[in-house]
């Protein structure tokens, strides 16, 4: 069923995504709580208006979102080319042809489920991202069947630092979502971000260290729907050393934050609010 639904063309599968944004906001009120949380937390100078006025808009981009990634399953080169569009690739581009692996750090904003299939499809280099396999083997298999369609290749989280090893010499992009919430028991770094105390992962800071490769913040721009512009901003070359401050050792890490900020700020709808990004709390030193 999921094969055949990817199969009509976007123009049809927005109207059902018209139709799930009026089942899943106003009849089943999907995470509507914690939605109404996040952006409370988040933007506490807006008012009750402006803040269930972004929510709406939210959960219609969501709705967006969700169907597709589904047309994702059955989407053509051709038509993935045509709806991402980088901005300014040669920067990297010009790390590649260095012969370098390139990190960048992307979040779960506008649609990050096409990037790396568009990168896939428009670099000439390899394109590959890091996943945490889903705990549902049907799903697991569609999302992992889905994502590498069109080429892209995938490294389990767990895998990560092993594939980095064996591959150091490869010159490719290896994109992360470097905005999930870490296990409690793996927070090593905490920051301001939207106003709240917000633990980050560091790994892609870690293996840019330890490997010497540049990192590049991916800021993705719905442009229209189904539609979206992707431009890459140098957070390091690799081997500039960047500067530590006397209230973080993550200089890397504390860049993407911001840049991510940034972001979110200018398109709040944009960002995924269903999960309880801050569910733990900074301990008291």
Do not use: C
């Not at 944004?21 to 988040?42: E, M, Q, S, T």
């Not at 890459?232 to 993407?256: H, K, M, N, R, Y």
């Amino acid at each position: 069923m999921l094969k055949g639904l990817s199969l009509l063309p976007l123009p049809v599968l927005y109207v059902l995504s018209d139709f799930l944004y009026f089942v899943v906001y106003y009849l089943v009120g999907y995470r509507k709580k914690v939605v109404i949380n996040n952006l409370r937390n988040a933007f506490p100078e807006k008012s009750v208006k402006e803040i269930d006025q972004i929510s709406k808009d939210f959960y219609k981009q969501f709705m967006d979102v969700v169907v597709e990634i589904l047309k994702l399953r059955s989407m053509k080169a051709s038509e993935m080319e045509r709806r991402i569009v980088f901005t300014n690739q040669e920067l990297l581009d010009n790390f590649v042809q260095q012969g370098k692996t390139v990190i960048t750090m992307g979040s779960h904003s506008a649609n990050w489920e096409w990037v790396l299939s568009a990168g896939a499809v428009q670099f000439n280099f390899p394109a590959y991202g890091i996943y945490k396999p889903l705990n549902n083997p049907f799903f697991e298999a569609f999302m992992l069947k889905t994502r590498s369609k069109l080429g892209a290749k995938l490294i389990k989280m767990k895998d990560t630092l092993r594939d980095f090893a064996s591959n150091r010499k490869m010159p490719r992009v290896v994109a992360m979502l470097s905005d999930q919430t870490p296990l409690k028991s793996e927070i090593t770094f905490w920051t301001t971000f939207l106003n709240q105390d917000t633990p980050f992962y560091t790994g892609a800071e870690k293996l840019s260290e330890r490997f010497k490769y540049p990192v590049l913040f991916l800021d993705v721009k719905r442009t229209s729907r189904g539609h979206y512009a992707l431009t890459f901003e140098q957070i390091t070359d690799g081997t500039s050393a960047l500067e530590v401050t006397s209230e973080t050792d993550f200089p890397i890490t504390v860049a993407f934050a911001q840049k991510l900020e940034a972001a979110i700020r200018r398109a709040p709808a944009d960002y995924l609010w269903t999960h309880k990004r801050w569910k733990h709390k900074r301990p008291n030193l």
